[in-house]
């Protein structure tokens, strides 16, 4: 069973900085894309960034020139960099993975992470 880890979240000013990180448990073969979801008390689930396994990006409104999502060269491990941070951007942070196959050609449609706690206050 492959499980996505992530890691990075935390306690952070406003104006501030963190880095999420996330990677697969086991060697991937291929993943078709990977993102960064949200979800804060209250709310539903929102996309936050994902990256495509051709490059391509995209960005919720509320972050666009703020947050920026990469990737490791294997690209098997996602990042998402979030400067310029808002208390609005706290909540629950989940990483996402669609189309993953593994080196043993298991194909996983969709993969979620536990979710890692961002939290933004003075």
């Known amino acids: 069973q492959v499980q996505l880890v992530e890691s990075g979240g935390g306690l952070v000013q406003p104006g501030g900085s963190l880095r999420l990180s996330c990677a697969a448990s086991r060697s991937i073969f291929s993943i078709n894309a990977m993102g960064w979801y949200r979800q804060a008390p209250g709310k539903e689930r929102e996309l936050v960034a994902i990256?495509?396994?051709?490059?391509?990006?995209n960005y919720a409104d509320s972050v666009k020139g703020r947050f920026t999502i990469s990737r490791d060269n294997a690209k098997t491990t996602v990042y998402l960099q979030m400067n310029s941070l808002k208390p609005e951007d706290t909540a629950l942070y989940y990483c996402?993975?669609?189309?993953?196959?593994?080196?043993?050609?298991?194909?996983?449609?969709?993969?979620w992470g536990q979710g890692t706690l961002v939290t933004v206050s003075s």
């Open positions: 990256i495509i396994s051709g490059g391509s990006t």
């Open positions: 996402n993975a669609q189309g993953l196959r593994t080196r043993d050609l298991r194909l996983y449609p969709e993969l």
